[in-house]
């Protein structure tokens, strides 16, 4: 059996995450699947895939041969469509990581447009809420929120974000006045499982280079932003956000944002990639049409944040409303 394509169905079914989904992926019997990870693991003499009648989970040296099977397979890929003379045509596979929040709200229009643009590109979107190591997971680009700290990675800088304290209107109508950081610990906390449950961290005051801290008893911890901003609207609590989640529940005074001024620093946001992908034409295309629609939108909902209304009359929703 020819390694380079027993290589392919191996990846294949890490991508697709079971053996079956590989037989569906590359046309072949299930038991061609099977035979192609045989092969493999017989020829570096360890197992590669611990399989269960549901999903297969790489072993140790699995996980060290799949990122050596990508990156000869990338290789490859890219030598073919050199010597083709097919450099500079976009085609083949992308795939793009993100939260689940920004891939459904910010990338998913991004990548439709892209993929009229683009009809040879096809797009896998992983919305995930953990981190991911492009490389090690076969990745070629990822948006992310955060300050970076990864010196192999390739960053476009899109955007920032301000990390906002929001209650509705009515709620804060009819709850103690919250002017310091202090005062949060009268409130109902509607809290997300990765941003902070026990206590919620605010920059030191000037002069002092001792961060502030409130410590929190969630009335509710929630996993999904959308879930924590409806909950929010709905007069259940104060929640601690992203602005890009509440931008347009701000700029209509849906929410209102308390502790201005307690803000953290901004956090940036980017389209990154790892080192050399960009010139892989699916990626370097996919980076040149992203980048100026990630800007437009990151800026855009900045300013709905900006031009914020401050009503002296709570608004109403269009729906149940919690007083």
Same mark, same amino acid.
């Given at each position: 059996?020819?390694r380079?394509d027993?290589?392919?169905?191996?990846?294949?079914?890490?991508?697709?995450?079971?053996?079956?989904?590989?037989?569906?992926?590359?046309?072949?019997?299930?038991?061609?699947?099977?035979?192609?990870?045989?092969?493999?693991?017989?020829?570096?003499?360890?197992?590669?895939?611990?399989?269960?009648?549901?999903?297969?989970?790489?072993?140790?040296?699995?996980?060290?041969?799949?990122?050596?099977?990508?990156?000869v397979?990338?290789?490859?890929?890219?030598?073919?469509?050199?010597?083709a003379?097919?450099?500079?045509?976009?085609?083949?596979?992308l795939?793009?990581?993100s939260?689940?929040?920004?891939?459904?709200?910010?990338?998913?229009?991004?990548?439709?447009?892209?993929?009229?643009?683009?009809?040879t590109?096809?797009?896998?979107?992983?919305?995930?809420?953990?981190? =991911?190591?492009?490389?090690d997971?076969?990745?070629? &680009? $990822?948006l992310?929120?955060?300050? #970076?700290a990864d010196?192999? !990675? @390739?960053?476009?800088?899109v955007?920032d974000?301000?990390?906002?304290?929001?209650?509705?209107?009515?709620y804060?109508?009819?709850?103690?006045?919250?002017a310091?950081?202090?005062?949060?610990a009268k409130?109902?906390?509607?809290?997300?499982?990765?941003?902070?449950?026990?206590?919620?961290?605010?920059?030191?005051l000037?002069?002092?280079?001792?961060?502030?801290?409130?410590s929190?008893?969630?009335?509710l911890?929630?996993?999904?932003?959308?879930a924590?901003?409806?909950?929010?609207?709905?007069?259940?609590?104060?929640?601690?956000?992203?602005?890009?989640?509440?931008?347009?529940? =701000?700029?209509?005074?849906?929410?209102?944002?308390? &502790? $201005?001024?307690?803000?953290?620093? #901004?956090?940036?946001?980017? !389209? @990154?990639?790892?080192?050399?992908?960009?010139?892989?034409?699916?990626?370097?295309a996919?980076?040149?049409?992203a980048?100026?629609?990630?800007?437009?939108?990151?800026?855009?909902?900045?300013?709905?944040?900006e031009m914020?209304?401050?009503?002296?009359?709570?608004p109403?929703?269009?729906?149940?409303?919690?007083?």
């Open positions: 059996m020819d380079l027993a290589m392919k169905v191996f990846i294949a079914a890490l991508d697709e995450g079971s053996l079956a989904g590989a037989s569906r992926r590359t046309g072949r019997s299930a038991a061609a699947v099977s035979r192609a990870v045989a092969f493999l693991e017989a020829h570096v003499g360890v197992p590669l895939l611990h399989r269960t009648t549901r999903s297969i989970k790489l072993s140790e040296a699995g996980e060290r041969y799949a990122l050596a099977c990508r990156k397979l990338l290789d490859l890929e890219e030598a073919d469509r050199n010597v003379g097919e450099k500079s045509v976009p085609r083949g596979t795939t793009i990581t939260t689940v929040f920004s891939g459904v709200e910010i990338l998913r229009p991004i990548v439709d447009a892209f993929m009229d643009e683009y009809p590109v096809n797009v896998r979107m992983h919305m995930l809420e953990r981190p =991911v190591n492009l490389i997971e076969g990745m070629d &680009l $990822a992310r929120i955060t300050h #970076l010196s192999t !990675l @390739v960053a476009h800088r955007g974000v301000r990390r906002v304290v929001v209650a509705s209107p009515r804060l109508a009819t709850h103690p006045r919250i310091e950081i202090s005062d949060l409130h109902q906390i509607i809290a997300m499982s990765h941003m902070g449950q026990e206590s919620w961290s605010f920059p030191p000037a002069g002092s280079s001792v961060p502030r801290s409130v929190l008893v969630p009335r911890v929630i996993n999904n932003v959308r924590a901003v409806e909950s929010t609207l709905e007069g259940y609590g104060v929640s601690r956000l992203l602005s890009y989640h509440v931008a347009q529940e =701000v700029k209509q005074g849906l929410l209102r944002i308390v &502790l $201005a001024d307690a803000e953290p620093a #901004l956090i940036p946001v980017h !389209l @990154v990639s790892p080192y050399g992908r960009l010139a892989v034409p699916k990626v370097r996919f980076v040149d049409f980048l100026p629609r990630l800007r437009t939108i990151f800026v855009s909902r900045a300013r709905e944040i914020a209304p401050d009503p002296a009359i709570p109403r929703r269009g729906r149940k409303s919690a007083e």
